[in-house]
């Protein structure tokens, strides 16, 4: 007889992956896992941190493989898969963003709102004659750091100058006026 004692042995580690958009690897997200032990089903809240990069692994104590024998559990560890976004691209901590600029604030210079993870646009000033495809650092609007809330990277704001759609009578008047300012490009190009 070995005393009647069962072997003990400690439950092994479990990977799985997890699905995150990039708004919740911004703002940290509580995801509900459904979770079966030895037939056992149960639901686990688990807190994704601010700021997780794609691969980034998340750890749940004690809910990998059961222990034999009474011994310890092993870890649930959540790979974070990032979706692609509609509109913003990430590049470590900085995000890159496309701003709808209208042509005369883009010629006359004015302000714009640059759109956000947050959801609140940010404001962003524009120089005069801004040239499309432009970028602009908003300091500060990037991701976050996790672990380090005050280590945030920066946004871009690439100008995406809007033209007129239609244009009104006097509109067109005033643009056809700019048009006998500047000349043709015939005058502009022409040898001396």
């Known amino acids: 007889a070995r005393g009647g004692r069962g ?34 089903v149960k ?4 807190r994704i941190p601010a700021g997780v ?14 222990g034999l024998g009474g011994d310890k559990s092993g870890d649930l560890y959540l790979r974070v898969r990032l979706t692609p976004h509609a509109h ?42 801004t040239q ?6 908003l300091k ?11 280590d945030t990277g920066d946004l871009y704001a690439r100008v995406d100058v809007q033209l007129p759609t239609s244009l009104s009578d006097k509109e067109r008047e005033h643009f056809e006026a700019l048009r006998r300012l500047g000349g043709d490009d015939s005058k502009t190009h022409s040898a001396a």
């Open 7 to 40: 072997r003990r042995r400690p439950g092994r580690d479990i990977e799985n992956e997890i699905e995150l958009a990039l708004e919740d690897a911004y703002q940290g997200a509580t995801r509900r896992l459904l979770l079966r032990h030895n037939g056992q």
């Open 43 to 46: 639901h686990v809240d688990v």
């Open 88 to 129: 913003f691209e990430r590049k470590g901590r900085d995000l890159y963003v496309k701003a709808p600029v209208p042509l005369m604030t883009a010629v006359l210079g004015g302000e714009a709102q640059v759109p956000t993870l947050s959801g609140k646009p940010a404001r962003l000033r524009i120089p005069p004659l």
């Open 132 to 137: 499309n495809g432009q970028l602009f650092r």
């Open 140 to 150: 500060g609007y990037g991701m976050p750091s996790v672990g380090n809330g005050e």
């Open 53 to 66: 990069t794609d691969g980034s692994r998340v750890r749940v104590s004690g809910e990998g493989e059961q």
